[in-house]
């Protein structure tokens, strides 16, 4: 096990998007073999059961373990054992900490498996270790390819489990399967080519076979998709675009809220006449996990922004399907339903937060079976399963000041700001509340166009967007009631929240910030029972989890590359006694 250090300062805040390349000097991103195993006291296999697809099924009731990035294929977030609860989580306190050999942005969500927890880093390393100490039994390190080019940071937001092996998608966009037990490779697959600007930093998804990615690469001109591969061969089974050859829609000139877009329609039919549609280069990116609705055998997935990001001029159209929800059948692809949110995006408010299926009121107070999904614009929407159609949108979380003010060749001031509302943070969900948790940002943004042509697999904003220092940016941490949209509660935090929530049937709910803090809330009340303070941004997502009867909370402390909270490199778990 190893030991914890604690350091105090925060990061300067700053946008951090940019081309990332690998440095080949770096010893903890590519020199070292693929499994290796440190410590004389860790041994070199793992004691791992299979998982079944009945216990992925069945993942939402499991009160031992965490088997989706999520929690479950509703990606509710919620955990459903309530041995913490709110009248002892102030007796919280370290189990253990285990570091990891890369110290930088850390967005894992722990995956446990019958006391085998696996964690992912930056640069593609994954760690199997033991749940209940923290000791590791295998460690393996991606052998990275000659080029990765990608948005964002160097994340990796977790694996998937199924049967005997572990799933892993790599920001060279390969997905690799390894052997559970022992972390060695089984097979390996191309998802995409990175010359083009493809990469990976979701997680992947496992279910009936299957395992399905999305793909990076929204801000590089590529066209996006979800694919689904064989979990026994890694051989593709079907591929679905995100942006379909007529990606023109219909000319939307409001948003999902019903607020003026600004669009010169004109403007953009006497260029598509010129140029034709840009679907081949209008991006799309699916950033997370779908969700799975296992009765209908449909998935649901939020697309991200178009390319290049804010200059709309040489993409002409609503750019379909950017900036929507879209359903598609989990056997063959097959498109069943979409909804855009914001049409002909010129802000970077691109959906990244993961869809959350949930029974919610429907506009004639009939419950029925619905999806949810945080926006950068600082709504909750709630739709319908059934058409994908919209049926309420929240009350605004967050600041929308000037909102969808056209980006101009000096610059001009905008809120939310692409990096939120809320960003790629999941939100998390207490069904006997009817509430849905989000964390949230407020930080003001100058948005500078400038035009240039598609430079082939670079970065392609079409301008920049920059953070106003002189502004103050922070966050909030809010509930929100999805059968009516309003506000339920509402707790400020001094920086920018970005992380993801979980809810446990003992009435909680936890997340982290990017000082260092990580805190156990009252889910009904907003109220604050507990924090302790990690050294580093905590901006994962939490998890939890039970050993020999014992429940544990979970977390990873290693700070954001995109707003530059303070690294490091803990996987820290907490328990009661």
């Known amino acids: 096990m190893s030991s914890w250090k604690t350091a105090g300062a925060v990061g300067t805040l700053m946008l951090a998007l940019a081309v990332m390349s690998l440095d080949p000097a770096r010893s903890d991103e590519t020199k070292l073999p693929n499994t290796d195993v440190a ?18 099924n069945g993942a939402a009731k499991d009160e031992k373990n965490f088997l989706h990035t999520n929690g479950n294929y509703d ?4 955990f459903p054992g309530k041995q913490i609860n709110t009248s002892n989580v102030g007796k919280l306190h370290p189990a253990w900490i285990f570091q990891t050999e890369v110290k930088e942005s850390m967005e894992t969500t722990p995956i446990v498996v019958d006391g085998v927890m696996y964690v992912t880093t930056s640069f593609d390393h994954v760690y199997a270790l033991n749940a209940k100490t923290g000791e590791q039994y295998w460690h393996y390190k991606h052998n990275m390819g000659p080029i990765t080019t990608y948005c964002c940071g160097p994340n990796n937001r977790g694996v998937a489990v199924y049967d005997d092996k572990v799933y892993l998608a790599t920001l060279d966009a390969k997905l690799v399967a390894l052997d559970a037990k022992t972390g060695s490779i089984v097979w ?26 999305g793909t990076n690469g929204g801000e590089y001109g590529i066209r996006g998709f979800v694919k689904a591969f064989d979990a026994k061969t890694g051989k593709l089974i079907w591929n679905f ?64 922004n178009p390319s290049p990001d804010l200059d709309g001029s040489i993409r002409p159209g609503d750019n379909l399907y950017t900036e929507s929800l879209v359903s598609v059948d989990l056997d063959t692809g097959k498109y069943a339903c979409h909804f855009q949110y914001i049409p002909h995006d010129l802000w970077d408010l691109d959906d990244t937060s993961p869809t959350v299926l949930v029974d919610a009121k429907d506009k004639d107070g009939n419950v029925v079976p619905a999806v949810i ?68 940002l407020h930080q003001p943004m100058t ?81 604050v029972l507990w924090s302790f303070f990690a050294g580093a941004g905590v901006n994962a997502p939490p998890a939890s989890y039970a050993v020999d009867g014992k429940q544990y909370i979970v977390v990873g402390a290693g700070g954001n590359t995109q707003i530059d909270f303070k690294r490091g490199n803990n996987i820290i778990a907490f328990t009661t006694d």
């Open 39 to 56: 410590g004389a006291k860790a041994p070199n296999t793992a004691p791992v059961n299979p998982v079944s697809q009945d216990e992925l």
């Open 75 to 78: 990606q509710t977030r919620y």
């Open 188 to 213: 390996q697959t191309d998802i995409a080519d990175p010359t083009l600007g493809y990469s990976e930093t979701m997680a992947p998804t496992a279910v009936n076979g299957k395992i399905l990615i």
């Open 241 to 304: 675009d995100t942006s379909p050859e007529n990606s023109v829609g219909v000319w939307a000139t409001t948003d999902a809220a019903g607020k003026d877009l600004h669009r010169d329609i004109a403007a953009e039919k006497a260029q598509l006449a010129k140029t034709g549609d840009p679907y081949k280069t209008v991006g799309g990116g699916v950033w997370q996990n779908p969700s799975v609705d296992l009765k209908t055998n449909r998935i649901y997935f939020v697309v991200g």
């Open 373 to 440: 999904h945080g926006g950068k614009t600082g709504h909750v929407y709630v739709n319908s399963r059934k058409d994908c159609s919209l049926i309420r949108f929240s009350e605004p979380m967050v600041s929308q000041d000037g909102m969808y003010t056209l980006p101009t060749a000096e610059g001009a001031r905008m809120l939310p700001g692409a990096n939120g509302g809320v960003e790629w943070s999941p939100m998390a969900v207490n069904p006997e509340l009817g509430l849905t948790y989000a964390v949230n």
């Open 447 to 527: 948005y500078q166009v400038e035009s240039s042509p598609y430079p082939g697999g670079k970065l392609w904003l079409g301008g920049a967007f920059k953070v106003i220092q002189t502004e103050a940016s922070f966050g909030n941490v809010t509930a929100v009631d999805y059968n009516t949209g309003k506000i339920k509660w509402q707790v400020k935090t001094p920086l920018p929240m970005m992380g993801g929530a979980l809810t446990t049937a003992g009435g909680l709910m936890f997340t982290g910030e990017g000082d260092g803090w990580f805190r156990a809330y009252d889910a009904a009340s907003g109220k």
